[in-house]
């Protein structure tokens, strides 16, 4: 099984970047997919999941911001993240799970400033 997250960089506060997770080994359309982020210092937090039939939900912090979407043709699950800010800094992590099966990937930063 991999995870595979790409679209991590630099950016400047207002900017807008978009994360994908490419996912092999597993049917993905069956599985909940889920960004997390984890700032330095700081514990993994849940940023938005999107659930086998579409239901999605967002941490309170990048509701109106952030949008979750995945294309079960590609095996692959997206991050939107606009209007940027600098305490959105971290390394996000893709996270794909059904039952007792979890899988991560190996994270990709992304680094807010100006």
């Known amino acids: 099984v991999q995870l595979v997250e790409s679209g991590g960089g630099l950016v400047q506060p207002g900017g807008s970047l978009r994360l994908s997770c490419a996912a092999s080994?597993?049917?993905?359309?069956?599985?909940?997919m889920t960004w997390y982020r984890q700032a330095p210092e700081s514990q993994r937090e849940l940023v938005a999941q999107?659930?086998?039939?579409?239901?999605?939900i967002y941490a309170d912090s990048v509701k109106g911001r952030f949008t979750i979407s995945r294309d079960n043709a590609k095996n692959t699950v997206y991050l939107e993240m606009n209007v940027l800010k600098p305490e959105d800094t971290a390394v996000y992590y893709c996270?794909?799970?059904?039952?007792?099966?979890?899988?991560w990937g190996q994270g990709t930063q992304v680094t807010v400033s100006a």
């Open positions: 996270n794909a799970f059904r039952s007792r099966d979890v899988y």
């Open positions: 080994g597993i049917d993905f359309s069956r599985y909940a």
């Open positions: 999107i659930h086998m039939f579409g239901t999605k």
